[in-house]
């Protein structure tokens, strides 16, 4: 039987703490009308006896204090909820633990943006973490020395696992299920559930929010035109021009700034133009990709796809 400790955090969802024990429970039970021992034992283990969440809206109580769990086999670290640093500073008390269980064998599922709990501990330096494309930006400056995913919903690396969206968590416990218990089980609660197990990949959900806390006027100025005008056609050279700035420095001082180079932010922002347009009127999909800016649709839909995961016409069966 497998040890699981589930965290209360503080200004951590009760949702993703709650839906983590009660889709473990669900195992135990699928396994229990199998004939079959329960696979986890489970445990909400906090830093205190009475935690509250949501400024007081709810009250947890854990069934054991982090001082009480010695070992265990796996540890969830739920969503978090607010503001990140402020977040980070109100459970330092679970920094050191996680470290701790971690060296001694533990496994860690990393709920959503719990990821700035478990990048405080240092853990995932160097490594993968999947990471909501909304605070993709926030997390590479708290841990530069993160690789950040934007694009896989799951990372699955050094007995670590992480997730990126707000729900997404759901297919993550599956894929945990899969791995320990087996396929068959993992599919049972999907089904009763009712989980999409489809989900590989954030970027069809994904707004594009250009890279903007930095001091770089140009470079700023460069985004806001390119982001004002989705539509005009833009050359590397005609921009560097109209911000006054020679072009091989420039690009690299763009790309430092934003993680883009300045032709994939131009064909982001259209893209992004495009998925509005999709979602929103009633165009053809050749109308949309000639007033973003492109003569050849068949060169428009390969970077459409590159950045949404999927074509305009799927893209728009789904969202329009």
């Known amino acids: 039987m497998k040890h699981v400790s589930i965290l209360a955090l503080y200004d951590a ?3 993703s703490i709650d839906s983590s024990q009660q ?11 199998k004939h079959m021992p329960p696979f986890y034992a489970i445990d909400i283990v906090g830093a205190e006896r009475n935690i509250d969440m949501n400024k007081g809206v709810y009250r947890v109580q854990p069934t054991k204090l982090l001082k009480e769990v010695e ?11 607010g503001n990140f640093p402020q977040a980070i500073q109100a459970n330092k008390k679970y920094i050191d633990w996680i470290i701790e269980r971690y060296e001694q064998g533990s496994e860690i599922a990393c709920l959503c943006v719990g990821s700035f709990v478990l990048g405080a501990t240092g853990l995932l330096n160097g490594k993968n973490c999947a990471i909501h494309w909304a605070a993709k930006n926030e997390f590479t400056r708290t841990f530069p020395e993160v690789v950040p995913v934007d694009d896989k919903i799951i990372t699955d690396e050094s007995r670590m696992y992480t ?17 320990q218990v087996g396929k068959e ?36 100025q460069a985004q806001k035109l390119i982001e004002d ?22 690009e690299r001082r763009f790309k430092r700034n934003t993680g883009n180079t300045i032709a994939e932010y131009v064909q982001r922002v259209k893209v992004e133009f495009a998925k509005k347009q999709l979602e929103l009127s009633d165009k053809t999909i050749n109308e949309i990709i000639f007033e973003v800016g492109y003569n050849d649709s068949d060169t428009f ?11 305009p016409g799927d893209y728009r069966r789904r969202f329009g």
């Open 13 to 15: 969802t009760i949702a």
């Open 23 to 33: 889709m473990l429970n669900r195992v135990n039970d699928f396994l229990k009308y």
């Open 71 to 81: 070992a265990t086999d796996l540890i969830i670290i739920p969503l978090l909820c």
């Open 163 to 179: 997730c990126g969206g707000g729900y997404a968590y759901l297919n993550l416990l599956l894929y945990v299920i899969e791995k």
């Open 185 to 220: 089980i993992s599919i049972l609660a999907s089904k009763m559930f009712e989980i999409d197990t489809d989900r590989k990949s954030q970027y069809p959900f994904a707004i594009f929010v250009g890279q903007k806390a930095h001091n770089d006027r140009e470079v700023l």
């Open 229 to 250: 005008q989705p539509c005009a056609s833009y050359s590397v050279d005609g921009i560097c021009t109209a911000v006054g700035v020679g072009r091989r420095s420039f």
């Open 301 to 311: 839909r390969k970077i459409f796809r590159r950045y949404a995961d999927m074509s």
